[in-house]
């Protein structure tokens, strides 16, 4: 797949530059006539290399610099939003964006991680990394929602939450184990979106929900390819063995019932159409709103409870498993 999908770039990049000669020049209906072929043809192509993107591909697009972040969606799909701060303990964290908005017109709870644009908000937004106080900040605002009966859109984008000794000081994993507590019985509904990178237990914090769409260059995963191929093979110039094996697309994790939906995005990526992703995206988010609306809480909570206690494969030992275990060790 790796071979056919560098074929089909270059293809693609040939394309690209018969149509920037020719654009130029395109004065004749004739000419005309062939710049619409070229792009027909180009859109065409386009379409074939989305479905034959490896997994690293993913990962790239997924960790494009000009991929709509958290605030650029809360721009294009809510209205009258009123960002919170603060996690009445320590400080605020700009890595989460938390606050009050409108869906539609319906009162709703907006939180996502957010990266930066340039040098300096990217040091502002610390990469989209998260500390503990990012994630108790979005707690509260949670139990908000819960308090005024809000419901309550997540939006994933992290390499994972921030691991420097300061967030451990503070309890990165217990923010994050606790999280996953609160948010299994908060008595709200929850609309899960992985819009970019999905890094570990960084995404989990804000993770568990009613719904779990994914846009469809997006990535979830346990570990970076990076990491995972410095761990397996002492070589982090693995990683495009090491994504093919994590299982971190959009399909993979769609074959695997660990999302519920995958979300299209506009031709080329996401990166490409800001307001076109948003749009596909906001009719989506309607239809998971009045999915889970017309759930009473009760019912709700238990679907979201048999949901995740269904992921994952699971198999009784037998006593001769257990025997053969034994003489093993």
């Known amino acids: 797949m790796e071979k056919e999908f560098e074929q ?6 040939r394309l690209e530059q018969k149509i920037a000669e020719l654009l130029p020049v395109a004065s004749t209906e004739e000419a005309k006539r062939e710049l619409e072929r070229l792009r027909t043809r180009l859109q065409r192509l386009e379409e074939r290399i989305l479905a034959h ?28 939003f009123t960002e ?39 040091q502002y937004r610390n990469f989209g990394m998260a500390k503990p106080e990012g994630y108790r900040k979005a707690l ?48 709200t509904p929850i ?18 929900g009613d719904v779990i769409n994914m846009l469809e260059n997006a990535i979830y995963s346990v570990i970076s390819p990076e990491g995972c191929a410095a761990i397996l093979w002492k070589d982090a110039g693995q990683a495009d ?25 506009p031709r080329g990526g996401a990166h490409l159409d800001h307001d076109e992703a948003a749009r596909i995206l906001d009719t989506y988010l309607a239809d ?9 809480i009760d019912e709700l909570l238990h679907r979201r409870y048999e949901k995740f206690r269904r992921m994952g494969a699971f198999q009784e030992a037998t006593a001769d498993m257990l025997r053969q275990l034994t003489n093993a060790g």
């Open 84 to 122: 919170i701060h603060g996690d009445r303990r320590f400080a605020d964290d700009p890595a989460m964006v938390c606050g009050m908005a409108r869906f539609h017109g319906e009162p709703v709870v907006v939180i996502g991680q957010q990266k930066g644009r340039d040098l300096k908000e990217r």
């Open 288 to 296: 998971a709103l009045a999915e889970v609306s017309a759930l009473a």
């Open 53 to 80: 993107v490896p997994a690293m591909g993913r990962v790239k697009l997924a960790r494009h610099p000009d991929r709509p972040y958290t605030l650029d969606f809360i721009k294009r799909l809510f209205t009258d």
């Open 241 to 265: 063995k090491a994504a093919e094996g994590l299982k971190l697309t959009a399909q993979d994790l769609l074959s695997l019932g660990l999302i519920d939906r995958i979300i299209p995005e």
């Open 191 to 208: 609309i899960v979106t992985i819009t970019g990178e999905g890094g570990s237990g960084g995404a989990l914090g804000i993770g568990v």
């Open 140 to 187: 509260r605002v949670m139990k908000l929602a819960e308090k005024f009966g809000r419901p309550v859109f997540t939006l994933i984008d992290t390499p994972g939450a921030y691991p420097g000794i300061d967030a451990e000081e503070r309890g990165q994993a217990e923010a994050i184990a606790y999280n996953l507590r609160e948010m299994a019985r908060l008595r």
């Open 8 to 13: 089909l770039e270059g293809e693609r990049r």
